[in-house]
């Protein structure tokens, strides 16, 4: 692997670490990519405790090529860690995506709530407490994008402030707008 991926893998690794949610679902898409082998598949599950399954696979991941890292990024798109995976890429979220941070320091504690204003289904719903256990941080990130992969270009933002104010969280809705303004104020500037 390039220096230049294994630096972003360290440089990262506390976040990563901390914040990843279905390693499961990573390992499966990294072994199915054939990036690793089954020994090694088996040393990461083997670990009891994630943060522990997550060191061993940042462990792994260095000695492996580059099709390693990029598989890696895919595989934390797809398992619900877009935002780790634009970390990664050094890209920063372009669409709705950067506001679920927003929603998730706010209102996690209320990602059921969240989820059915936003249309999400019971047994949807009762999936994501189950594969997440009740952390209300993964379980309102995995709701969101949920949401966001459900609706794909017709998700927007208002769709999503709507959702908040219905479920009585208006202040983070005025959070959302705040930022949004901003957003727009600083591309202005830029042009």
């Known amino acids: 692997m390039d220096p230049q991926y294994r630096n972003l893998l360290t440089q990262f690794r506390v976040e990563l670490v901390n914040t990843i949610v279905n390693v499961a679902g990573v390992l499966d898409q990294l ?3 054939r990036v ?20 061993t696979l940042l462990t792994i991941l260095p000695t492996k090529g580059n099709r390693a890292f990029l598989a890696f990024c895919k595989a934390l798109d797809n398992t619900g860690n877009t935002h780790l995976s634009n970390l990664l890429m050094n890209q920063r979220p372009t669409g709705i995506e950067r506001y679920f941070d927003i929603v998730v320091e706010n209102a996690c504690h209320e990602w059921k709530e969240i989820a059915r204003r936003l249309g999400l289904t019971e047994p949807a719903i009762a ?6 256990r ?5 379980c309102c990130i995995r709701a969101l994008n ?3 992969g459900d609706h794909g270009r ?3 933002v208002d769709m999503l402030k709507e959702a908040l104010i219905s479920a ?3 202040s983070v ?12 104020l600083c591309s202005s500037v830029d042009d």
Request: hydrophobic share 35%.
């Open 31 to 33: 072994v199915t990519e």
């Open 36 to 55: 690793l082998l089954a020994e090694e598949e088996d040393d990461v599950r083997t670990r009891r405790m994630q943060t522990d399954q997550i060191r």
């Open 127 to 132: 999936s994501i407490d189950d594969t997440y």
């Open 134 to 138: 009740g952390r209300s941080r993964e």
């Open 146 to 148: 949920v949401w966001l």
């Open 154 to 156: 017709n998700a927007t």
């Open 168 to 170: 009585r969280f208006r």
């Open 173 to 184: 809705a005025e959070l959302i707008g705040n930022f949004s303004l901003s957003l727009f």
